[in-house]
Nanobody
Framework: QVQLAETGGGTVQPGGSVVVSCSAS????????MGWYRQTPGKEREFVAS??????SKYANSVKGRFTISQDSWKNLFLRMTSMTLEDTGVYYC????????????WGQGTQVTVSS
């Protein structure tokens, strides 16, 4: 099992920046992918960014050029968000996927990010 815990977020003004972090514990050695999703009320959870060893990171079109995903020893995952807009408001979830799994296996509890003036 893997446990994921997000921190960071909060309220940021339009055009501002914020970093959310995710700490992974447990059997992390079996993870091949880590990523970020977000969800706003009334909408389905949507992909934001993901990364895997030795491959380019992937981003949703809506965040390309503004968000950057990074990791530290594959136990800490970060999402730096810049030039934020009102549409970036939502609950941001960290996710991890085991090697060979077609689906994301583990999710964090989420952290709220609100873009507001």
């Amino acid at each position: 099992q893997v446990q994921l815990a997000e921190t960071g977020g909060g309220t940021v003004q339009p055009g501002g920046s914020v970093v959310v972090s995710c700490s992974a514990s447990g059997q992390t050695q079996y993870n091949c992918f880590m990523g970020w999703y977000r969800q706003t009320p009334g909408k389905e959870r949507e992909f934001v960014a993901s990364m895997e060893p030795d491959r380019p990171s992937k981003y949703a079109n809506s965040v390309k050029g503004r968000f950057t995903i990074s990791q530290d020893s594959w136990k800490n995952l970060f999402l730096r968000m810049t030039s934020m807009t009102l549409e970036d408001t939502g609950v941001y979830y960290c996710a991890a996927r085991r090697c060979g799994s077609p689906d994301w296996n583990y999710w964090g509890q989420g952290t709220q990010v609100t873009v507001s003036s």
